[in-house]
């Protein structure tokens, strides 16, 4: 069974800084790998969506790299606000199912 | 619609009773998965429609919990007998095809509480 881990669990930076999540996954045979972002009480939002055959891509200030052969993913967040504040959750699709970690929960202090 | 909409968006009920919880997806979108998430941790998944047919029940923990989605479109996953351990909010999520490599798109979830 895939098994997906995130490093760290939390993470508090002040604002400016760059920052590096982490996401490792046991099963390299993947559909693609995606990073998704939720606040509080709210539902997952789809930040970056990487193909298995892709290394990297970029949204905005937003960077996600793939190695899939590694079994691994980082999330690259440039110049960081107060408003990026949430929980970023990495997903690999392997078969019918997307298959999630637990999460890093990141605050950006003002 | 323009994403997905789950109802209801919260729902207490005493334990033992049955609770149904909605999805409507994306309009044309084929692919239906249901996670379930609990405090603290990321979505697992419970099931996942291809059109109208359950293509892979595979994450429903037990016999109380069924879904159906008889048009293809709308979604319902039903709670029998709930049970405190059934607490958590209950995601919905819709993809144009059922091709893994699509992005998928969540509702705002169902947070259910069992007393």
């Known amino acids: 069974k895939q098994e997906v881990t995130q490093i760290p669990a939390a993470l508090s930076v002040p604002e400016g800084e760059n920052l590096v999540l982490n996401c490792s996954f046991t099963d390299s045979a993947i559909y693609n790998l995606q990073w998704f972002r939720q606040d509080p009480g709210k539902g997952l939002t789809s930040l970056l969506l990487i193909q298995s055959s892709q290394r990297e891509q970029t949204s905005g200030r937003l960077n996600a790299s793939l190695d899939k052969s590694s079994g691994r993913s980082t999330l690259y967040i440039a110049a960081s606000q107060p408003g990026d504040s949430a929980t970023y959750l990495c997903?690999?699709?392997?078969?019918?199912?997307?298959?999630f970690g637990t999460g890093t929960s990141l605050t950006v202090i003002p | 619609g323009a994403g997905v909409s789950q109802t209801p968006s919260n729902k207490v009920t005493e334990k033992g009773k049955y609770v149904e919880l909605r999805c409507d997806p994306i309009?044309?979108?084929?692919?239906l998965y249901w996670y379930r998430q609990s405090l603290g941790q990321g979505p697992e998944f419970l099931i996942y429609?291809?059109?109208?047919?359950?293509?892979?029940d595979s994450g429903l923990p037990n016999d109380r919990f069924f879904a159906v989605r008889p048009e293809g479109s709308v979604s319902t996953l039903k709670i029998q007998r709930t049970e405190r351990g059934d607490s958590a909010v209950y995601l919905c999520?819709?993809?144009?095809?059922?091709?893994?490599?699509?992005?998928?798109?969540f509702g705002e979830g169902s947070w259910l509480t069992v007393v």
């Open positions: 999520a819709s993809s144009p095809t059922g091709f893994s490599g699509n992005t998928i798109y």
């Open positions: 429609f291809q059109g109208t047919g359950a293509a892979d």
């Open positions: 309009s044309g979108h084929t692919a």
């Open positions: 997903a690999v699709s392997s078969g019918n199912q997307f298959y």
